[in-house]
């Protein structure tokens, strides 16, 4: 019987161990190949606009960091950094705060007009961001910063707070009830409750939102575009890179330079924060 | 310290009456355990008193005051729930002293009762630590922690010991018993759903059954004189045996048409006849009140409890010293030697009816 049993057993064509190996391998391959355009265009910001097309590699023969000097100086990259730097400092911090507020209320508690609060705020997610821009300008326009930094902040902290407060409603709406009755009992009210209790318990979502939120706030092209058009001084990034595209003449060098300064914060921030990152994404699935 | 008055409290949920009506009262210093079957509505009392859920109808008096629309915090009570609920972000000693620093109590007022509460429940070395650092038992001792810095009028525990393991179940029953004297008597209401805890534990025994208070009293007077059919299968470990009788000509005839004599003159007509495990012995077969076939025997080392099937097929048990070695398959009498109790159809108790001796 026993001999029977074991003759049985298929033997695998590769051990565990090859096939790791070779799943590893074709991972990476694939992944050349998902990064090719980042890796060509840190290679381009190192190279001059002749060489860009010399058809040399992507490792530059001749590295320069002219294209970086120029960008940060001649085209007013370093002072869009800054724009941009603040834009996305204040949208993350109120959308953080208000998304948490709002996800503690309608994740946690029950009241008239719930389920049409959620429908009403789910809706918007269909709403392309193209057609909001007029109304959204002219309200803009209206409160007195339509020409302003402050407006692009705060259009800014519209534009995708809706999964934000989805995420959090989901996270709070799993902690066990006693928690806060354990603080009513301790007399604590409801802001305390929110604040020293359940905010910091709610910390893998919070990374979360501040990654999504700096990606968003960061790489937003549409909106900045139109809020500053009439205004060059306050370009964000986005908008001040595809400044480099000029009617006759694309200067390639500047604006792979340029693009490389934008990226370079959000690739640190990932890379920092990507362990939690993926557990507060994970944990909402989960719920 | 304060007694505790609940009188004729109701509570609904929507249009289903959970809790129908229900009158305690508790002294203060009583050690009072709320006992009865999962969804008798025991936790949501103990929830009522505590202020976690609305009094539909009655009062709630703590003391002398009235509580059913007082803020939980301003009712002098304490809970320490079943999960613990502590918070899992803060060390041992902030949790214990939330509730205090947020309602703006000086810091050293704050640290002097965190330590005092540490010191009696010898959790002083784990006041640095996180809730997660913890075992479950220590755990628990930083939930009651939590509950004795608040000095309560009244301590509310709501099944604190179900998330803990066997061994350390009976233990920490031990530490609540020395902690109620250690505290000066505070009054407790306790609620869980093992009766041994209820016994062991309660100066009072509350037992519920579907939202109704089935017997209010001490947990030897439950023992020996339960007041109906429910209470006197709950308390107490076997279970009690329940034979259906009837009567005829001053004695009770069992299914097997066995008659026993009664001593006793009472109106009502018993239908049932109880008796605990520990109340019978085993004779050889042919004698006692009837035959049975032993089909299990539970070794617990000091006692085994035997289980004899009778004629008419019910499973009796009976408790005898423990190294008998009653053989399973043999045939045994049962004689029905110590106290007997007898039940209406309606499943009250009767009073004033036993079994002649002979």
Sequence with gaps: MAAEAVEGIRQPLVTPRVRRWLVSAGLAAVCCIWIYPLLWMVSASLKSNAMIFANEGLVPSQPTFENYVKAWNQANIGAYFFNTLFVTVGSVAIVTISTAMMGYVLG?????????????IIFTIFVPQGYTIIPVFDLLTRLGIGQSLWGV????SGGSFVIFVLLFAGYFSQMPNELEEAAKMDGVGFVKTFWYVMLPLSRPIIVTVVVMQTLYAWNDFLLPLVVTLANPAIRTLSVGVYAFKGENFVDWGGMTAASTITILPVVILFLFLQRYFIDGLAGAVKG | MSGLSLQSVKKNYGATPVIHGVDIEIEKGEFVVF????GCGKSTLLRMIAGLEEITAGDVYIGDQRVNDVDPSHRGVAMVFQTYALYPHMSVEQNMGFGLRMNGRPRQEVAARVAEAA??????ELLDRKPRQLSGGQRQRVAIGRAIVRDPEVFLFDEPLSNLDAELRVATRLEIAKLHRQLGGSTMIYVTHDQVEAMTLADKIVVLRKGVVEQ?????????????LFVAGFIGSPK???LDVTVSDGSVVLKDGSSLALTGTTKAVPTVLGIRADQMRLASAG????SGEVSVVERLGDAEFVYVRTAWDQEIVVRVEGGSNTPVGTTVGVVLSGRTHFFTGDGLAIEGLSLTRN
């Design chain 1, 108 to 120: 946690r508690r029950r009241f008239p007009g719930r389920g049409l609060i959620f429908a009403l």
């Design chain 2, 216 to 228: 209010i009293g001490a947990p030897m007077d439950l023992y020996d004189k339960p007041a109906n």
């Design chain 2, 240 to 242: 009690m045996n329940f």
């Design chain 2, 287 to 290: 004698e006692g009140a009837f």
């Design chain 1, 153 to 156: 902040m705060l259009a800014t």
């Design chain 2, 119 to 124: 010191r009696i429940l010898q959790i002083e």
């Design chain 2, 35 to 38: 006992v009865g079957p999962s």
